[in-house]
């Protein structure tokens, strides 16, 4: 069985091909972060039209790519949601139509189950149960799995995401865009402990996040410290310790709440090396596993929604010819 995945929720196209068989056989992605960096984040409008330009090309990338022809694909998935509205649209409606001209399935996937699903690309992919960590400009979510499809919401974010968190700082901080990467490769310059950042809503029970304070703290002491180079390394150093470790805590709650012996972390802010590095150490002292995607399958893709695919494929009748999207679509 091979599926078709098209990934359009926000600014990168990702078009792959996935074998039930031989896994994944194509894999094309085109980022839109040339296109947006002048704005100093997305522009919605500009993402849809990016989106409507590059999809088709990267289809046809994608069949070269696997030697196939579009008559060798059995169903076509693609990202309904959540995302923007507009770029989403591009996704479903050039999915829904190919799929309905090749009189094959199409399936309706959510972007954050691809993310969850990521790992399972890998060699090594994790078993059920696990904690997952979904952590991405858009989301930061910690939730429960016990089986495909059987998610339980145990905490989120209640204002900005964490990727989102580390742009903004990373703008203030005079940085490119997107932000997140390039604070974190100053920030290994570094004095540890110059600057110490509060870890917010660790200091009581429960599992769910907040940036917007941490990130109004880091503000101001860039207005009032940042003033060379090695004060603005400082700087990103205590902010992005304050996020990883903000992290680290909710997760160790999750885990002892659960008893589960293995985590996920998924999302564009799992290719962050340290937070990587400390999840290790903390899953390595508990005797458990940690598991992420290779960092090209950290940002968003076509490979996480073509096996997401396949794998509802197998469980479920396709969707009918109505065409929605969801901006807002709760994994659970």
Same mark, same amino acid.
């Given at each position: 069985?091979?599926?078709? %995945? *098209?990934?359009? #929720? ?12 031989? %896994?994944?056989? @194509? ?19 500009? @993402?849809? !039209? ?15 790519? &696997? ?29 829904? &139509? ?7 399935? &199409? ?9 969850? $699903? ?25 939730? &429960? ?8 919401? $145990?905490?989120? #974010? ?10 903004? *700082? @990373? ?8 932000? %997140? ?5 100053? #920030? ?8 110490? /950042? =509060? ?44 996020? *990883? +470790? ?9 885990? +002892?709440? #659960? ?26 002292? !508990?005797?458990?596993?940690? /598991?992420? @995607?290779?960092?090209? /399958?950290?940002? +968003? ?17 396709? +969707? ?9 679509? =709760?994994?659970?």
């Amino acid at each position: 069985m091979r599926v078709l %995945g *098209i990934e359009t #929720s926000c600014d990168e196209t990702g078009i792959a091909i996935y074998d039930s068989y031989a %896994g994944l056989i @194509a894999n094309q992605v085109h980022t839109q972060s040339e296109v947006h960096e002048a704005y100093g984040g997305v522009v919605p409008e500009l @993402a849809a !039209r990016h989106h409507l330009q590059q999809t088709l090309p990267l289809i046809q990338a994608a069949l070269q790519e &696997s030697k196939l022809t579009v008559k060798d694909i059995n169903a076509v998935a693609y990202t309904a949601g959540p995302g923007l509205v507009s770029a989403l649209l591009i996704g479903a409606c050039i999915g829904r &139509s190919l799929a309905f001209s090749l009189n094959i399935p &199409s399936i309706a996937i959510n972007h954050m189950e691809g993310h969850l $699903l990521s790992p399972m690309l890998e060699k090594n992919p994790p078993d059920f149960p696990f904690i997952a960590l979904l952590v991405s400009g858009g989301h930061t979510q910690l939730i &429960s799995v016990t089986a495909m499809g059987c998610y339980e919401l $145990l905490g989120e #974010s209640l204002d900005d995401a964490a990727g989102e968190a580390f742009d903004k *700082i @990373a703008k203030l901080l005079g940085l490119g865009y997107p932000g %997140g990467r390039e604070l974190s490769k100053i #920030s290994q310059h570094g004095v540890p402990g110059r600057f110490i /950042f =509060p870890r917010p809503m660790t200091n009581r029970p429960g599992l769910d996040f907040s940036f917007s304070g941490l990130k109004t703290f880091a503000a101001q002491t860039i207005y009032n410290n940042a003033n060379t180079q090695q004060v603005r390394a400082d700087i990103a150093c205590a902010f992005e310790d304050a996020v *990883i +470790d903000t992290l680290l805590i909710k997760c160790r709650r999750a885990l +002892d709440r #659960s008893g589960f012996k293995r985590l996920v972390v998924a999302g564009g802010v799992s290719a962050n090396c340290l937070l990587r590095n400390k999840l290790a150490d903390m899953m390595t002292g !508990r005797n458990g596993e940690v /598991f992420y @995607a290779r960092p090209e /399958f950290c940002t +968003d893709n076509g490979a996480m929604i073509a096996y997401a695919g396949a794998i509802r494929l197998k469980g479920i009748t396709h +969707d009918s010819l109505d065409i929605k999207v969801y901006p807002r679509w =709760p994994l659970s």
